[in-house]
């Protein structure tokens, strides 16, 4: 094989391999810090803005040859491609690579082994509910953690905030023509099923007025 650039070409292949390698670690390494680690981001946006920020540096710089930097990050944008489409196509794998939603608060109570799953104690739960406008954690149905490590908070429907439908005339025809007379939402529609949340979701029954 001749060379490319000045460069062996088993050379820029093993700089792919070596990409390839340290994409794995950070990946394992980033998903055993778990969710709040990655702040903002899904791991797979953080471990690929870290690589490609690296590698970048070390091309401008003159660190590696251009020709080799180059291999290094078309390494790495495949196999971030790769990743998307493996948690698109499979959602056990999904939950492999990115993680599962990890419930904190159910039912207004700390859920205890979702906090051991996340590493928060109380005092972080409660600072995110505060985030979300949450005064009294009863009225929570679910707190959870998702893959981005952000908090969402779902509220008991006593304690949801009145919308227009509920007392605009129009409003309400216009929320039936969408939804019918069903107040209950279909299972695909739900966005606390067991399905959107990769596990079972188990609540107390509620009791009779």
Known sequence: MQAVWGM???????????A???????????????????????????????????VVDEIIYGDVRFMQGTVAIVAIGALAYADSWLAYFDHGMESILEGKPTIIVRN?????????????????????????????????????VEHDGSVSVLRHSWAEAAQKSDVVKDEVQARR????????????????SSYAL????????????
Not at 8 to 14: I, V
Not at 33 to 44: E, H, I, P, Q, Y
Not at 182 to 190: D, Q
């Open 8 to 18: 062996d070409p088993n050379e820029l292949l093993l700089t792919a391999a070596r």
């Open 20 to 54: 390839a390698a340290v994409y794995v670690l950070m990946l394992v390494v980033i998903r055993a810090l778990g969710k709040r680690t990655v702040g903002n981001f899904s791991a797979f946006d953080l471990l690929v803005a870290l690589m490609l920020g690296e």
């Open 108 to 144: 207004g109570e700390f859920d205890r082994k979702g906090m051991r799953a996340e590493r928060m104690n109380e005092k972080d739960v409660l600072g995110s509910l505060r985030h979300q406008g949450i005064h009294d954690m009863r009225e929570v149905d679910l707190a959870i």
């Open 177 to 192: 023509d969408v939804i019918g007379d069903a107040e209950t939402p279909p299972p695909n529609k739900r966005t606390d």
């Open 198 to 209: 990769d596990q079972p979701v188990s609540r107390k029954p509620k009791q009779a007025a």
